[in-house]
């Protein structure tokens, strides 16, 4: 049985982990292959790259109870 509900969608960016200040953005350079797959994210601000297992900027979305 199907059941509808409402959500609420919350737009997420990650800040950079050495700065604190830039947004780690995609590179385009994934490691498709590990397990989980990563993708590389650099720092707007810094440089720093950082892989994750989601690609930044995302849109979750919140059960609205």
Known sequence: ????FEVKPVGVKYIC???NEGEML??????WLNEPPQIEHKCNKCRYIQNF????PLI??????
């Open 26 to 31: 995609p590179t385009g350079k994934n490691k």
């Open 60 to 65: 979750r979305y919140l059960h609205i109870n």
């Open 17 to 19: 982990d050495k700065c």
């Open 53 to 56: 297992k989601e690609t930044y």
């Open 1 to 4: 049985m199907e059941l509808q």
